[in-house]
Every structure is written in C-alpha cells, then in structure tokens.
C-alpha cells in the first residue's frame, strides 16, 4: 500500500466524522424525508447483512452470496445508505457532501482491497474477478458447484459486528428528527 493509501485509510473515518457535523448543520430534515431516507436506508441495511453473513474476513476468498454477483456487496449496501441519509437530510448541500464523500472513499477503498484480496488469494482471485463485476451487481449470480457455494450465516453476520451499522444508521434518523423537531419549536 503507498503512503498516500494509509494516510487516507487512517484519516477517512475522521474526515466522515467532521463532515458529518456539516452534513447536520446543512440539513433540514422532516418526518417524511427521514421515513422516505429509512426506507432506501433499509435496503441498504438488508444487502450489507445478507453480505456480512456469507463474508469469511483474511480466512477465505468469499464468492459465495451477493459476493457471487459483486465484488462488494457490503459497500453496493452502503450506497444505500449513503441515499436514504442524503433524502433523510432533504438537504442538495447536505446530499452532495454525503454521497461525493461516498464515492471518493470507497473508490479507494475498493482498489486498495482488490490489492490485497491479489496478493492473498493471487489466481482465484483474479479468475472471480474477471466474472463478477466490482460494484454494480450482475442479474445473475456467478455460477459456482455446490460445494463452494456456502450459506448465510446469523453467527458471521454477529461475528462481523454488522448489527452496528444499523445501530449508526437509526441513530442518524433519530438525531435527523431532532433537528428538525428544533426546527419547528
């Protein structure tokens, strides 16, 4: 990885979080955008689960799942929430901080993954990735035998602590309707 990847993988949380501060500041939220924004952000939630408990992190080269139609459910997911967030702020200043931010991180992120994910897993790799798109998700799933199909599993899903990311969006919804109820009092 270049200096320039771990400086920005150590400070792109940080970077969230303070943009976070003005993607708030910037919102006017009301109770149908942030039920509308829950709704696209339930989607979202839905995939990155679904992904979460197929996903196997450093042990093996998971192909199975939404993993057998994109590279990257778990960021596909995220998306989502990156939209039901941006029409919860019901904000275009809000919205454009929010899913540029989405876009210029995870492009990153997805190509310093696809690096390692290389040098890990080498040919297997490489061959999963001639088949199945980066992020835009195929129609239909890669086929695969049986054996290596796997299954969803609640236990992995716990395993990867993916329970937080609908913690963090619900508490986003939830500061979303007390902002707008200080608007409005």
Same mark, same amino acid.
């Given at each position: !990885? ?8 150590? =400070? ?46 450093? @042990?093996? %080269?998971?192909?199975? *799942? ?16 990156? %939209? *039901? ?6 904000? =275009? +200043? ?15 992120? !997805?190509?310093? @993954? &696809?690096? @390692?994910?290389? @040098? ?10 001639? &088949? ?12 695969? +035998? ?15 602590? &993916? ?8 508490? %986003? ?8 109820? !200080?608007?409005?009092?």
């Amino acid at each position: !990885m270049s200096d320039a990847a771990r400086v920005f993988a150590r =400070w792109r949380v940080r970077l969230g979080y303070l943009l976070a501060v003005f993607v708030l500041w910037l919102s006017r939220p009301t109770p149908l955008s942030v039920l509308l924004g829950a709704l696209v952000g339930a989607i979202g939630l839905w995939i990155r689960a679904w992904a979460a408990g197929y996903l196997h992190k450093q @042990e093996v %080269l998971t192909v199975a *799942g939404p993993y057998a139609r994109t590279r990257n459910p778990l960021y596909f997911g995220s998306a989502f929430l990156a %939209l *039901g967030a941006a029409i919860a702020t019901r904000s =275009w +200043p809000s919205a454009a901080i929010l899913l540029a931010y989405f876009a210029i991180v995870y492009s990153v992120v !997805m190509r310093r @993954e &696809e690096g @390692e994910l290389l @040098e890990h897993h080498g040919e297997s790799f490489r061959a999963y990735a001639a &088949e199945v798109p980066l992020f835009f998700p195929r129609l239909a799933p890669l086929r695969q +035998p049986a054996a290596a199909a796997g299954k969803f599993s609640f236990a992995q899903y716990r395993r990867n602590h &993916e329970y937080q990311a609908a913690i963090g969006y619900v508490l %986003l919804l939830v500061v979303l309707l007390i902002i707008w109820r !200080m608007h409005t009092a």
